[in-house]
């Protein structure tokens, strides 16, 4: 496939969360409590026998011929993401949250040009805005945990969130100038490993990867499975 490494080679030389989800399939609801005193943990090294970045969704030069037809969908409503996302934590009193964000919080933020983050290690957080069903506050926001960017064989890019009850692990795929396309998977609790993407599609995740600055990239993943209407996960140096 034309990977991101070439094409960053022609032009000069991809929740979350400290919640509690412990269940081995839907995890249970955020509860108001759990939102208003998370606090920093401290953060386990990853699973010794964690699965290995090649087992996360496959690598091909088309991000549509791995997405599933429901995360296509949901991709698409991006726009509606956003924009419902936004009114309803603003319109339930997190209006100074959300302005507070920054280019993070902005749709329009992207920047052209390097979209896609380097191998290494990164701080990522999640923000979750909207509810799903009235069930969850219209606005959280989680520590940082680590996160890494590893780049496979073959010259693709794997983004895995390494800490935290809620971890995440995706391929990085070309899409635009101003943006890829990540297609991944969660693990809750104490699992080991990742589910493969499609086989359990509560778990599955697709958004888009964007640089919003220097040495500072968001995942927008609109619709997700669980609690909100679009997380935003933040990935700095």
């Keep these: 496939m034309l990977t991101l490494v070439s094409a960053a080679a022609l032009a000069?030389?991809?929740?979350a969360c400290g919640d509690n989800r412990g269940g081995k399939s839907e995890p249970p609801a955020l509860k108001v409590a759990d939102a208003e005193?998370?606090?920093?943990?401290?953060?386990?090294?990853?699973?010794?026998?964690?699965?290995?970045?090649?087992?996360?969704?496959?690598?091909?030069?088309?991000?549509?011929?791995?997405?599933?037809?429901?995360?296509?969908?949901?991709?698409g409503r991006l726009d509606d993401a956003w924009r419902l996302a936004r009114i309803e934590a603003?319109?339930?009193?997190?209006?100074?949250?959300?302005e507070k964000l920054g280019p993070l919080g902005d749709p329009n933020a992207a920047r052209a040009g390097r979209s896609q983050p380097g191998p290494g290690?990164?701080?990522?957080?999640?923000?979750?805005?909207?509810?799903?069903?009235?069930g969850t506050l219209a606005y959280v926001d989680y520590p940082f945990f680590a996160c890494r960017v590893e780049l496979t064989p073959g010259?693709?890019?794997?983004?895995?969130?390494t800490t935290g009850s809620q971890r995440f692990q995706?391929?990085?795929?070309?899409?635009?100038?101003?943006?890829?396309?990540?297609v991944g998977t969660q693990a809750w609790g104490d699992e080991r490993g990742f589910p493969a993407y499609g086989a359990q599609p509560e778990?599955?995740?697709?958004?888009?990867?964007?640089?919003?600055?220097?040495?500072?990239?968001r995942v927008v993943i609109p619709w997700p499975k669980q609690e909100s209407k679009l997380d935003l996960i933040e990935i700095v140096r």
């Design 12 to 15: 000069g030389t991809l929740s």
């Design 37 to 75: 005193t998370a606090q920093p943990q401290p953060e386990a090294a990853p699973p010794a026998d964690a699965a290995p970045a090649e087992t996360a969704a496959p690598a091909t030069d088309d991000w549509r011929k791995v997405v599933s037809s429901t995360d296509e969908g949901l991709l």
């Design 90 to 98: 603003e319109e339930d009193g997190y209006s100074a949250q959300v």
């Design 121 to 134: 290690s990164y701080r990522c957080r999640t923000i979750k805005m909207g509810t799903r069903d009235g």
């Design 155 to 161: 010259g693709d890019l794997i983004l895995t969130k």
């Design 170 to 182: 995706g391929r990085l795929y070309p899409d635009a100038d101003s943006r890829l396309v990540y």
């Design 203 to 217: 778990r599955d995740q697709a958004g888009v990867v964007e640089r919003i600055g220097e040495n500072r990239w």
